[in-house]
């Protein structure tokens, strides 16, 4: 059965990216904690609209752990504590106690500037994608879907790096900023098959450069990026894309 | 006056209609499609793909979404798989039968030469998603695996573990953004269209709020392709993503595009039951359970008493005091009959006092024999991440045992309800996907044409898709062929002026009402509104209290809402309250077109019209129709236009599960 708990709760304000930004604190009484970390937030913004006050501004969407929109930074870990790994959306109350001060700030990273509060600009990620996360192929051309055999382990290994959704979480959390876990994902699934193959040596190219371009960090192996990665990427990822970009620079 | 509307269906029998179609269409020359812009509203499975495809032909696409990246639409959260009629299983699969069982999941309201065009497109679908890298799961020897889905007796689903909607839209994304690196495609993230613009009698364009500055911003186009959704936020409560609306579809109907078959809303019957007022959304358990896992509630009504007070817990119950109502009313499908059909099963079992939590309004989800039969680890591994989902959410883990009777082992079960899913219902489309409103197009979940009554699961998929990628890039080229012509259309025409100003003036309406309730505290109420008036179960006199209640609740929200902030900059409330604004006009759409349809069909129940055995009792006399309906104004009641249905190629008879 739920239970209910009373806490405090310190929010992250910041009207655009060239405001210095505060902490605002709010008293949160009887929440039920089989209630969801972004349901308390609307409890919060309800709360703050019925007192005349503009609400809390933080993204999210699907709350179903898959859009990758949730972005929230609370007491120090992307995402929240979870043992598995799991999204904002994906946290519930149940995780904290009664009498917490819970700390709720926005990913930091030069590379994702404040919107508002705790709505950040993203679109770094895109601008990597458009470098060359993808197959180039013509709409209605392709042959069969069995033509090429693809191995099981193969297909379950690509699936794996498949899953990031780019939230942004392993930014967030790296010293340097670096995006190597996001862009290793994606690098690794297509070069994993042989659909991604033929442009493998061109995409990890222009991928890094796009990267590097846009102003994230190197990796220096903390692994702080897998530790919160809500869908459990792995920096052997990194280690494939480090071999890639070998592979390719050995080709020019 | 009631209008004819002209579907544009090909002539020849239904088999041959698109390749037809296609073969006499108009086309544009390559030169032609470097001076025609199109502008795509929304990156989900439909928009994406729809703009990736026309970018790569050769036209100037501009492509707007509400989220921060084109990734993020909510297709991505579709968990099951998508059907194509491959017959990789060698079970006797065929177009006809992809088609057969759609147009009869449909309870035979969708349009035949439509459900066949899709039949026949799935298969480039799979193909043209294994080409751009989508992980589908595979057999050990190297070839597609399957599953099967409700309301079908093969397997040809297809699937990336529980996380085909992600996979499939970072395909579409994939190839979007291989044109916005080509520039063919211009993208706008965090824009909302929020009308659209139509000169001379023709969508030109559209006006869009710059959601993070505010601003309102005018794009011309040779026409407009909305692939925006669906409605189903209307009932607060749903599985769509918070940031669903229907805005952008409503503005259209408003503008004079007709809007079809409203009252056909998906309850899926597999969701996390609701458990508390706080609530803001409610998750999804992917249909896919249902090929592993049985449904059930206690035979005795003593044993659900004791489980809704908490004293008793489901793995107490030993088989023989477990009802699996599935089964035992349909042999023939089992747990995998329809969703509109588990759902009403559901709420029929609840209704007669046999629920399972604290409310009453849940029903067992057992994986026991499952587990026992293949062991955890296969089941882990089809499953896991919806099962790790669930425990997130109730603190159960359905992999648990939890008791041992007479040697078999008992796990922990799931506990689902039915909940608004996804809508059959949309804007009116001719067979080229066109509105009728020349110039705009409507694709994806935001159209009405394949899904008639009901939707069969991994179906939302496959349609997105086919129109984004198949059909709309041909079809939409027999309307742009003769528009190379025209000069481009400046937005400084007063048909901008005038649109523009429009908004304006309603976000200024909106601030200005300065009353003391949030958006969030009316959505709530529309939504228990519609939940208990216009949801499972139907009546003309509910229906009518619902249309009263909602015009009551509107007049609250025109008199006493309160929006903080202004219009200049990011304000996420004004958003929401012009969301809410529109999800009135919607829900009122839906009850009207519930209390027109005097029948049962697929998701729309009218419990005056049901079988002795609590089966839909459809009307094919007076009920074989699309309703289309006419927007008249504010608080008056639509217009209803009907386009009638023609079977050819199949027998229209009464949906059976049975046998």
Same mark, same amino acid.
């Given at each position: 059965?739920?239970?209910?708990?009373?806490?405090?709760?310190?929010?992250?304000?910041q009207?655009?990216?060239k405001?210095?930004?505060?902490? !605002?604190?709010h008293?949160?009484?009887?929440?039920?904690?089989?209630?969801?970390?972004?349901?308390?937030?609307?409890?919060?913004?309800?709360?703050?609209?019925?007192?005349?006050?503009?609400?809390?501004?933080?993204?999210h969407?699907?709350?179903e752990?898959?859009?990758?929109m949730?972005?929230?930074?609370?007491?120090?870990?992307?995402?929240?504590?979870?043992?598995?790994?799991?999204?904002t959306?994906?946290?519930?109350?149940r995780?904290?106690?009664?009498? !917490?001060?819970?700390?709720?700030?926005?990913?930091?990273?030069?590379?994702?500037?404040?919107?508002k !509060?705790?709505?950040?600009?993203?679109n770094?990620?895109?601008?990597?994608?458009?470098?060359?996360?993808?197959?180039?192929?013509?709409?209605?051309?392709?042959?069969?879907?069995?033509?090429?055999?693809?191995?099981?382990?193969?297909?379950?290994?690509?699936m794996?790096?498949?899953?990031?959704?780019g939230c942004?979480?392993c930014?967030?959390?790296?010293?340097?900023?670096?995006a190597?876990?996001?862009?290793?994902?994606?690098?690794?699934?297509?070069?994993?098959?042989?659909?991604?193959?033929?442009?493998?040596?061109?995409?990890?190219?222009?991928?890094?450069?796009?990267?590097d371009?846009?102003?994230?960090?190197?990796?220096?192996?903390?692994?702080?990026?897998?530790?919160?990665?809500?869908?459990?990427?792995?920096?052997?990822?990194?280690?494939r894309?480090?071999?890639?970009?070998?592979?390719?620079?050995?080709? !020019? | 006056?009631?209008?004819?509307?002209?579907s544009?269906?090909?002539?020849?029998?239904?088999?041959?209609?698109?390749?037809?179609?296609?073969?006499?269409?108009?086309?544009?020359n390559?030169?032609?499609?470097?001076?025609l812009?199109?502008?795509?509203?929304?990156?989900?499975?439909?928009? @994406?793909?729809?703009?990736?495809?026309?970018?790569?032909?050769?036209?100037?696409?501009?492509?707007?979404?509400?989220?921060?990246?084109?990734?993020?639409?909510?297709?991505?959260?579709?968990?099951?798989?998508?059907?194509?009629?491959?017959?990789?299983?060698?079970?006797?699969?065929?177009?006809?039968?992809l088609?057969?069982d759609?147009?009869?999941?449909?309870?035979?309201?969708?349009?035949?030469?439509?459900?066949?065009?899709?039949?026949?497109?799935?298969?480039?679908?799979?193909?043209?998603?294994?080409?751009?890298?989508?992980?589908?799961?595979r057999?050990?020897?190297?070839?597609?695996?399957?599953?099967?889905?409700?309301?079908?007796?093969?397997s040809?689903?297809?699937?990336?573990?529980?996380?085909?909607?992600?996979?499939?839209?970072?395909?579409?994304?994939?190839s979007l953004?291989c044109?916005?690196?080509?520039?063919?495609? /211009?993208?706008?993230?965090?824009?909302?269209?929020?009308?659209?613009?139509?000169?001379d009698?023709?969508?030109?364009?559209?006006?869009?709020?710059?959601?993070?500055?505010?601003?309102?911003e005018?794009?011309?186009?040779?026409?407009?392709?909305?692939?925006?959704?669906?409605?189903?936020?209307?009932?607060?409560?749903s599985?769509? @993503?918070?940031?669903?609306?229907?805005?952008?579809?409503?503005?259209?109907?408003? /503008?004079?595009?007709?809007? @079809?078959?409203?009252?056909?809303?998906?309850?899926?019957?597999?969701?996390?039951?609701?458990?508390?007022?706080k609530?803001?959304?409610?998750?999804?358990?992917?249909?896919?359970?249902?090929?592993?896992?049985?449904?059930?509630?206690?035979?005795?009504?003593?044993?659900?008493?004791?489980?809704?007070a908490?004293?008793?817990?489901?793995?107490?119950?030993?088989?023989?005091?477990?009802?699996?109502?599935?089964?035992?009313?349909?042999?023939?499908?089992?747990?995998?009959?329809?969703?509109?059909v588990?759902?009403?099963?559901?709420?029929?079992?609840?209704?007669?006092?046999?629920?399972?939590?604290?409310t009453?309004?849940?029903?067992?989800l057992?994986?026991?024999?499952?587990?026992?039969?293949l062991?955890?680890?296969?089941?882990?591994?089809?499953?896991?991440?919806?099962?790790?989902?669930?425990?997130?959410?109730?603190?159960?883990?359905?992999?648990?045992?939890?008791?041992?009777?007479?040697?078999?082992?008992?796990?922990?079960?799931m506990?689902?309800?039915?909940a608004?899913?996804y809508?059959?219902?949309?804007?009116?489309?001719?067979?080229e996907?066109?509105?009728t409103?020349?110039?705009?197009?409507?694709?994806?979940?935001?159209?009405?044409?394949?899904?008639?009554?009901?939707?069969l699961?991994?179906?939302?998929?496959?349609?997105?898709?086919?129109?984004?990628?198949?059909?709309?890039?041909?079809t939409?080229?027999?309307?742009?062929?003769?528009?190379?012509v025209?000069?481009?259309?400046?937005?400084?025409?007063?048909?901008?002026?005038?649109?523009?100003k429009?908004?304006?003036?309603?976000?200024?309406?909106?601030?200005?009402?300065?009353?003391?309730?949030?958006?969030?505290?009316?959505?709530?109420?529309?939504?228990?509104i519609?939940?208990?008036?216009?949801?499972?179960?139907?009546?003309?006199?509910g229906?009518k209290?619902?249309?009263?209640?909602?015009?009551?609740?509107?007049?609250?929200?025109?008199?006493?809402?309160?929006?903080?902030?202004?219009?200049?900059?990011?304000?996420?409330?004004?958003?929401?309250?012009?969301?809410?604004?529109?999800?009135?006009?919607?829900?009122?759409?839906?009850?009207?077109?519930?209390?027109?349809?005097?029948?049962?069909?697929?998701g729309?129940?009218?419990?005056?019209?049901?079988?002795?055995?609590?089966?839909?009792?459809?009307?094919?006399?007076?009920?074989?129709?699309?309703?289309?309906?006419?927007?008249?104004?504010?608080?008056v009641?639509?217009?209803?236009?009907?386009?009638?249905?023609?079977?050819?190629?199949?027998?229209?008879?009464?949906?059976?599960? /049975?046998?």
């Open positions: 059965m739920a239970k209910n708990i009373s806490f405090t709760i310190k929010f992250w304000r009207n655009g990216p405001d210095q930004g505060h902490f !605002d604190q008293e949160m009484h009887d929440i039920p904690d089989d209630t969801s970390f972004l349901e308390m937030l609307d409890i919060l913004n309800e709360e703050l609209i019925n007192e005349g006050k503009e609400p809390f501004v933080f993204d969407d699907c709350r752990g898959i859009c990758g949730c972005s929230l930074y609370i007491n120090g870990t992307p995402h929240g504590k979870t043992e598995r790994g799991a999204t959306c994906q946290l519930y109350m995780r904290f106690n009664d009498g !917490d001060v819970i700390t709720v700030e926005p990913w930091r990273s030069a590379a994702f500037p404040v919107i !509060d705790c709505m950040v600009d993203r770094a990620f895109d601008k990597i994608i458009q470098a060359g996360g993808y197959t180039t192929i013509r709409t209605g051309q392709a042959q069969d879907a069995n033509a090429i055999l693809i191995p099981k382990e193969d297909a379950d290994e690509a794996d790096c498949a899953s990031c959704i942004g979480a930014v967030a959390a790296c010293k340097n900023g670096s190597m876990l996001f862009v290793s994902s994606k690098v690794s699934q297509l070069a994993l098959l042989p659909q991604g193959r033929v442009e493998a040596a061109r995409r990890v190219k222009n991928m890094i450069a796009k990267m371009e846009l102003g994230f960090g190197n990796c220096t192996n903390t692994r702080a990026c897998e530790a919160v990665c809500p869908k459990n990427e792995t920096i052997a990822n990194i280690a894309l480090n071999r890639e970009m070998i592979k390719a620079k050995l080709a !020019d | 006056m009631a209008k004819v509307l002209d544009k269906i090909p002539a020849g029998p239904v088999p041959e209609k698109w390749k037809e179609y296609k073969a006499h269409q108009r086309l544009v390559p030169k032609n499609k470097l001076k812009d199109v502008i795509v509203v929304g990156t989900g499975l439909a928009g @994406a793909s729809a703009a990736a495809s026309l970018g790569e032909m050769g036209f100037n696409v501009i492509n707007l979404c509400i989220q921060d990246s084109p990734r993020r639409a909510h297709s991505i959260a579709a968990q099951g798989g998508i059907n194509a009629a491959k017959c990789y299983q060698n079970d006797g699969d065929s177009v006809y039968r088609f057969y759609t147009v009869k999941g449909g309870d035979y309201r969708a349009r035949e030469a439509n459900v066949y065009r899709l039949a026949e497109v799935s298969n480039n679908i799979i193909d043209q998603c294994v080409a751009q890298g989508v992980p589908f799961a057999e050990y020897g190297g070839m597609l695996a399957n599953r099967s889905f409700g309301g079908a007796q093969v040809r689903t297809f699937y990336a573990k529980g996380q085909t909607g992600q996979q499939l839209l970072l395909g579409a994304y994939s953004s044109q916005v690196n080509a520039g063919k495609v /211009k993208l706008y993230t965090r824009y909302e269209m929020e009308d659209v613009v139509i000169v009698g023709r969508a030109r364009g559209i006006i869009a709020k710059n959601l993070c500055t505010g601003k309102l005018r794009f011309s186009a040779n026409a407009v392709v909305i692939a925006t959704g669906g409605y189903g936020n209307t009932y607060f409560l599985t769509n @993503a918070m940031g669903c609306n229907c805005t952008a579809a409503i503005q259209c109907y408003r /503008k004079g595009a007709f809007f @079809a078959n409203p009252s056909y809303v998906q309850i899926h019957p597999t969701c996390i039951p609701v458990h508390g007022d609530q803001s959304k409610l998750t999804l358990m992917s249909e896919s359970l249902r090929n592993d896992g049985r449904i059930w509630v206690p035979k005795k009504i003593e044993d659900a008493k004791a489980l809704q908490g004293t008793k817990q489901g793995w107490e119950i030993p088989e023989e005091d477990r009802d699996y109502y599935l089964e035992r009313r349909y042999p023939a499908f089992g747990n995998l009959v329809p969703r509109d588990a759902s009403r099963a559901a709420k029929e079992r609840c209704d007669k006092g046999f629920g399972v939590n604290n009453g309004l849940a029903v067992f057992d994986f026991s024999e499952s587990i026992n039969r062991g955890i680890d296969v089941i882990m591994q089809r499953y896991g991440n919806l099962f790790e989902m669930y425990e997130e959410i109730t603190d159960v883990f359905p992999g648990d045992v939890a008791n041992e009777i007479n040697g078999v082992k008992y796990y922990k079960p506990m689902i309800y039915p608004i899913h809508t059959m219902g949309g804007i009116w489309v001719d067979y996907l066109q509105t409103i020349p110039g705009l197009f409507a694709i994806g979940e935001c159209n009405f044409s394949d899904h008639g009554a009901n939707r699961g991994a179906s939302a998929l496959m349609q997105g898709l086919a129109d984004g990628y198949f059909v709309l890039p041909y939409i080229q027999n309307y742009l062929a003769d528009q190379a025209w000069p481009k259309v400046s937005t400084d025409l007063p048909e901008f002026a005038a649109a523009e429009a908004v304006d003036a309603e976000m200024d309406r909106l601030l200005n009402i300065k009353g003391k309730r949030s958006v969030d505290s009316i959505h709530k109420e529309l939504g228990h519609m939940w208990e008036y216009v949801g499972m179960g139907r009546t003309a006199e229906l209290t619902g249309l009263k209640k909602m015009h009551e609740l509107e007049k609250e929200f025109d008199e006493n809402l309160f929006v903080p902030g202004t219009k200049e900059g990011l304000n996420i409330e004004l958003d929401k309250a012009i969301h809410l604004r529109d999800f009135f006009t919607m829900g009122q759409l839906v009850a009207f077109d519930a209390l027109s349809r005097n029948e049962s069909c697929g729309h129940f009218r419990e005056e019209y049901q079988t002795e055995e609590g089966e839909a009792k459809r009307d094919d006399k007076n009920y074989f129709y699309v309703g289309c309906w006419e927007y008249k104004g504010k608080g009641e639509p217009e209803l236009s009907k386009e009638p249905l023609e079977y050819e190629a199949i027998k229209v008879q009464t949906r059976n599960y /049975k046998n």
